[in-house]
């Protein structure tokens, strides 16, 4: 059983230096049956990224998505955008590791790409460790829950 509710969209999200890999990932998704919804951006002309970081996180803490995937050069316009919304525990993540640690130690529910930073494929398997690792709960479930400010 995957650790997030699969019944929804997967909301995905990428400023221009992250779409090519946006796009590679959308595939990945498709190939196997995993719906998704697309909040752009839809071309690799320069734009901000706050206009594609906000819909998805807005996506995920209303329960609208199973889960969020947000790319840009560093990722950290994103991340630090997505956890801007209450609720939302978006994580940069460059290697399987730390999207197998994200989600286990934190966890996050959006994973952030530097797609400037990974390799072709590595952005597809950072993604599916990510959907398929569930959260530890017990001594991280203490932390996890002093996150939000309100």
């Not at 230096?17 to 320069?46: M, P, Q, V």
């Not at 970081?53 to 560093?74: N, R, W, Y």
């Amino acid at each position: 059983m995957l650790p997030f509710d699969m019944t929804k969209p997967v909301a995905i999200g990428s400023d221009h230096a992250g779409f090519e890999y946006k796009d590679d990932l959308i595939s990945f998704l498709e190939g196997k049956g995993i719906a998704f919804h697309d909040f752009g951006t839809y071309s690799t002309d320069s734009v901000d990224y706050p206009d594609f970081a906000h819909p998805v996180a807005t996506a995920v803490e209303k329960g609208e998505a199973a889960f969020g995937i947000l790319l840009c050069g560093s990722a950290n316009g994103v991340a630090i955008t997505a956890n801007k919304h209450q609720g939302i525990r978006a994580a940069i993540c460059w290697g399987d590791e730390l999207a197998d640690l994200a989600r286990k130690h934190n966890d996050a529910n959006i994973i952030c790409i530097p797609a400037r930073f990974v390799r072709e494929g590595d952005a597809e398997k950072m993604v599916n460790t990510f959907m398929t690792t569930h959260f530890e709960g017990g001594r991280h479930q203490n932390r996890v829950k002093k996150i939000a400010c309100a």
